[in-house]
């Protein structure tokens, strides 16, 4: 490094070496990004006395309490809210998927009438808000009598979802070489099976991309939930969070557990699918 | 299905096609495409008592000058135009920084790094808005005792209190959430930069802000333009972090509103206005009209400003 910074004739910063000054402030910013976070998790471990007292400390044997747990998980259907929201967003993500690779072989393979208004038309999805639409998508799920069920969340989300999928997802049908579906089809193997048994196994690494970034909208979600599906029991957990501190707003443990609850499992699976979420942003899936 | 039809046609009726695009056209179509080209249709009409008759653009005219609709509308917008600005003179800037940094060649812990700072953007807007809420609450203390160790204490404030200052803090969070974003992207583009072309430019004796400058930003300026166009459309949608911490009145009055808040009011409703769908539809339209001008705008003049540097 330090060789490195002596061949680069620096402008300014000629006594400290060049990397230092970049861990410093890479370091302060990564403070920045977690300082937040990591204070409202320790303090959901503390004793209301504790996080008034010295917010900043780890809990120790005299402070440490799982009271504010224990009061969210007392006065809300926590588990409810989060296998509701992990219901509609596996169901919506695996139906992105399915549907946005079929979609994306479609528009990519065939030259049919219609084809380039079709591919015009999900572009503009990727570009256009679809909550701009609620009021009438509120008025067909109250037709469809869909209002406070999961199905009209899971409808939505495949319809926000899909657009961003059929254009990743077209751009590596691209890549996949002609001769390998012609040479099926010389075998005459019908269009299904090269879809499903030749195309969709070479899809998997771009799906993978698809699923993370269709994934965190749907679960982050309030606006859908709030209009469409507002009742106890089919609340996503964000919009149980949402409730859950607006009404305890004052129960400081239970507002700090109730936001523990709803971090930590989303920073776990981050930590698991962070590889597979940058290599999809910085393999330039998305440009 | 029906081979009678079959024989009529040259070739057989693609059924592979229906198969394949049938069931995400109709359910994109049905529930996205529908709905919004209903909704810019819904803002010509006016309900009255279950009864709609078309009234043009009378919802418009309301929106735009009638006294107590436009003060609304004009605030929200303005409010949103802040929100922007702020995004793209701090969180834009900063995300540049940090990719810059990160892209230094052989790094230690680059890869750390970035998983951690872009970890806020993975959380959802409502628990970011709580969590900023406590921290920057008078009650608990925690941002006053740190700004009073750094000798900076008398200038803390119930920021998100006060009228004056409540918008530029709530766009201050959002710009520390998702300050990850500009980074990755621009990240990104920095990595996929030929080593040779900095290597020469560096052989020819430039240092390392002006490679920067003549070299890389260049290069990066369609990312930039692209990180911009997203941050634009996001912001002039934004509804979550003003509606969690402020809730759908924006408070202090209507000092935080921005479109999606004034959006979800016109709906729905709030105190003693009643929610009309139409004027809903109306400002949606308006919104998408927004959102459009917008990405036109910045694909005209920053591809523009591409072309010339492309040589």
Not at chain 1, 101 to 129: D, H, Q, V
Not at chain 2, 135 to 155: K, V
Not at chain 2, 255 to 284: E, H, I, K, N, P
Request: overall charge neutral.
């Amino acid at each position: 490094m330090k060789l490195f910074s002596r061949f680069m004739p620096s402008s300014g910063m000629r006594q400290v070496p060049k990397s230092v000054t970049i861990h410093a402030v890479l370091l302060a910013y990564t403070v920045i990004a977690l300082f937040p976070i990591v204070v409202v998790v320790i303090n959901a471990f503390k004793e209301r006395r504790a996080i008034f007292r010295d917010p900043l400390g780890l809990p120790d044997s005299s402070s440490f309490t799982l009271v504010g747990f224990e009061q969210v998980l007392l006065r809300s259907d926590f588990g409810l809210y989060s296998w509701n929201s992990l219901i509609v967003t596996i169901v919506a993500v695996g139906l992105v998927l399915l549907l946005g690779a079929m979609s994306a072989w479609a528009l990519t393979e065939y030259k049919f009438k219609g084809n380039l208004l079709i591919t015009f038309l999900f572009a503009m999805g990727i570009m256009i808000p679809i909550r701009l639409g609620t009021v009438s998508i509120l008025s067909l799920m109250v037709n469809l009598n869909l209002v406070n069920t999961l199905t009209a969340l899971v409808l939505v989300y495949i319809a926000q979802g899909l657009p961003l999928a059929v254009y990743i997802l077209s751009e590596f049908v691209r890549t996949i070489p002609k001769e390998l579906t012609e040479a099926a089809r010389c075998d005459s193997v019908s269009e299904y099976k090269i879809f499903f048994c030749v195309i969709l196994p070479l899809l998997k690494p771009a799906m993978a991309t698809v699923a993370v970034f269709t994934m965190i909208p749907i679960w982050n979600d309030l606006w859908f939930p709030l209009i469409l599906a507002p009742g106890e029991e089919t609340r996503t957990i964000t919009l149980g969070v949402q409730q859950f501190v607006g009404q305890y707003v004052t129960d400081w443990n239970s507002v700090l557990s109730a936001l523990t609850l709803a971090i930590v499992p989303v920073l776990i699976l981050y930590t698991i699918f962070s590889r597979q979420l940058i290599r999809g942003l910085t393999s330039g899936a998305v440009k | 299905m029906n081979p009678s039809n079959q024989h009529d046609e040259k070739k057989p009726f693609p059924w592979h096609l229906v198969f394949f695009l049938g069931p995400g056209l109709l359910i994109y179509v049905v529930f996205s495409v529908y709905p919004l080209l209903d909704t810019l249709v819904l803002s010509l009409y006016n309900e009255q008592q279950g009864q709609s008759h078309f009234v043009g653009l009378q919802n418009f005219i309301t929106l735009i000058t009638d006294d107590t609709w436009s003060q609304a509308f004009w605030n929200a917008l303005g409010n949103n135009f802040t929100f922007f600005a702020i995004h793209m003179l701090v969180q834009n800037p900063i995300g540049l920084i940090l990719a810059v940094l990160l892209s230094t060649p052989k790094l230690r812990l680059s890869g750390t790094y970035r998983t951690l700072i872009f970890m806020p953007t993975m959380l959802s807007v409502v628990i970011i808005g709580f969590v900023w809420q406590l921290l920057l609450s008078p009650i608990w203390g925690i941002s006053e005792d740190f700004l009073y160790t750094i000798g900076l204490g008398q200038y803390f404030d119930a920021w998100l209190g006060k009228e004056s200052s409540a918008l530029i803090t709530l766009a201050f969070i959002s710009v520390w959430q998702f300050v990850g974003i500009p980074m990755m992207l621009i990240y990104a583009t920095l990595l996929n930069i030929p080593d040779d072309i900095v290597d020469a430019s560096v052989v020819d004796g430039a240092n390392s802000l002006q490679t920067f400058w003549h070299i890389k930003l260049p290069l990066i300026l369609p990312t930039i333009a692209m990180v911009s166009i997203l941050t634009f459309v996001a912001n002039f949608n934004a509804f979550e972090l003003i509606y969690a911490v402020k809730g759908a009145l924006a408070g202090p009055d209507f000092s935080t509103d921005l479109m999606g808040t004034f959006f979800y009011r016109t709906f729905f409703g709030f105190q003693l206005q009643q929610g009309s769908a139409s004027m809903g539809a109306a400002v949606a339209t308006l919104m998408f009209l927004i959102i459009l001008v917008g990405v036109m705008l910045f694909l005209f003049f920053i591809q523009r400003r591409i072309q010339r540097f492309q040589f």
